[in-house]
DNA sequence: TGCCTCAATATGAGCGCTCACATGAGAGTA
DNA sequence: TACTCTCATGTGAGCGCTCATATTGAGGCA
């Protein structure tokens, strides 16, 4: 293996200095365009590439970016990852991302450390809840932070999708379809978004005068079935239910369906997130399509820019919009969509 | 924000030469056990910790690893992202994934790009196909490679689930149950682990003397609810089918409903992987059990091991497991399993 | 007492880059 | 012709660490 080229090896080839280099690497302006050619080639004939350590050493900026995600196998985090690892890549940043397990804390820890460590010059969150971002700020002094899935805050930078206005959308078409008798289970109660579904879903519930009636959940397919257990044993069954994410409504279908309550002729469900699964379960789901890549696209480059000119604060809402499929129906109607 | 302490600041706080600081750092022998402790008194009270760009600059290494992964949101890859970056952040090194698309060449060498910038110390690629390991090798010269689903080979680390047996396992526990038409729906064709188990269900056919028959597919559920409607428009239906991931079982099991088949009772169906969603299906699946933590582990730990010593190249292969759910039931029985 | 040995620690160089500043060659002005 | 001024490029230092090597001091032995 030849040894890899330096920033020397480019000047000498060019015969200019290695300052000359740097500039042509750092996009200088007065750099007659001739010099600027001559450097080019030679990093061209040398194949060389900066090297990244010497670079931050001195610059002590990493171009990383790190991402702290709660729950990282859930869709939506994971499709905004992926947006985002694009639009660093263009923008020459490299993410890092760290699941970090919402109960543990020695877990969230683990993770800032391990931020820490590589000096990232930013961080992104997904959905975690306040102590946590407490604690990066405590250890991460002076850092900069984007928040997205957050209760919004005057100190950060917050980036969310309208979770109030999704579960309003949710809860009003239930009752438009005429329903009275909707329930609600709920997301964990400490995630903002859960609360902001929840929140969304009560209030409409009291501005059509009715009662809202709301079963504990954590995300979780095994929640949503438990939840389900204990709404098939009720003396009288809602006629619809809302759940905080698909993969409670999932769970809650198979309940319902080893119970023999059928879906949608005795109970509708509205889901939340748009999984890929949502279109594939049976009944296909009527549920709330967020869009996870403009909310990752939109976290990184609020990042992005508050790094390189630290810019406004001023918080971005993205609009979710209902996707009404086969697991809703009219109240009081027997007959089966196709 | 006050100034960050370096290896000199340490030094002199302890009373000694910058040298026993980093001795301490890593670990060196000789080193008289009251110096250490001064020097971590030291390193405590300015809470101190080793900038990694100047340790990368002279050593040269990143303590980095990138992980490549093709189509990152499914469960299996995320599920072993998180084990490696549990057992990479133990041994002090980092996990950086990349998420490539398989088909977009552009996309493969954005990420290998990616790396290279990073200088990753290795890089283990989840379910990437030949053309992409021979890209990474041909651009990051020299690097340590560990492939997981990928084909074996004598030139890199290879560690696997035994995808052969897991098909077999399936396929004969359809045969066990008197089923002969035995369907598959395969996955990608440049897929080595769809490769495997669409062989392993060819193998235990013909051993059978069965007429094995297979469907195209891509892991999709879309794709597994066309072959569906493919497999529902035979003048003869099968009475059983094995499908390369549960994915594609669930758009399976979608279309067959739609076109009024009852599965178990006129289709069994084995899927693959053991999603979380597979026990919630309706009827829950029947399925392979790969354990993609054990899988993460054994990668980044054969990494690992390779980037201190230069290790073996022994290949690792785990083993799966058979989960037997309601989706599968004895050929001709009408009896429908609870 | 003198010399050698070895364990424990110190010294200095250099990794590859960017920053601050120095220099030089023309153009513009008087 | 001499002067400043600007644009284009060069020089040297230093970021924080580890490596190779030098130095010290205490013990062992003739």
């Known amino acids: 293996m030849p ?11 060019a015969g200019v200095s290695h300052q000359t280099v740097s500039r042509v690497l750092n996009n200088h302006s007065s750099l007659k365009p001739a010099t600027r050619e001559k450097v080019e080639m030679a990093i061209a004939e040398l194949s060389y590439r900066p090297n990244q350590a010497a670079r931050q050493l001195v610059t002590s900026k990493s171009r990383m970016i790190g991402v702290l995600i709660a729950e990282s196998e859930l869709f939506g985090p994971s499709s905004m990852l992926n947006a985002m690892q694009d639009v660093a890549r263009k923008e020459g940043y490299s993410v890092i991302s760290i699941s970090v397990v919402t109960k543990s804390r020695d877990s969230w820890r683990e993770g800032i450390e391990q931020l820490r460590n590589l000096d990232v010059d930013g961080v992104i969150t997904i959905a975690l809840h306040k102590d946590i971002v407490k604690e990066i700020e405590r250890y991460l002094l002076g850092i900069t932070i984007v928040l ?11 980036v969310n999708m309208d979770n109030l206005m999704g579960a309003i959308l949710a809860t009003q078409h239930l009752i438009d379809l ?9 997301g964990p109660e400490n995630a903002y978004e859960a609360q902001m579904r929840r929140a969304g879903y009560e209030q409409t519930m009291k501005s059509a005068d009715l009662v809202p009636k709301v079963f504990a959940g954590t995300w979780s397919i095994e929640s949503g079935y438990l939840a389900g257990k204990e709404i098939a044993g009720l003396k009288k069954l809602p006629t619809a239910i809302f759940t905080a994410n698909d993969h409670s409504a999932i769970g809650l279908i198979k309940v319902l369906h080893e119970q023999g309550i059928s879906v949608p002729e005795q109970i509708s469900i509205v889901g939340y997130d748009n999984i890929p699964e949502s279109n594939f379960v049976i009944p296909s789901l009527t549920t709330i399509k967020p869009n996870f890549d403009a909310l990752g696209n939109a976290a990184i480059e609020k990042m992005i820019m ?33």
């Open 306 to 338: 508050q790094l390189r000119q630290g810019n406004s604060k001023e918080a971005v809402m993205l609009k979710p919009e209902l996707v009404i499929r086969n697991s809703t129906v009219a109240a009081q109607s027997g007959k089966r969509k196709k």
């Open 178 to 186: 005429g329903h009275t008798e909707i329930v609600h289970v709920a």
């Open 148 to 158: 997205i899935g957050s209760e919004p805050s005057q100190k950060f930078n917050v």
């Open 3 to 13: 040894k890899k080229a330096n920033i020397y090896d480019v000047a000498k080839l």
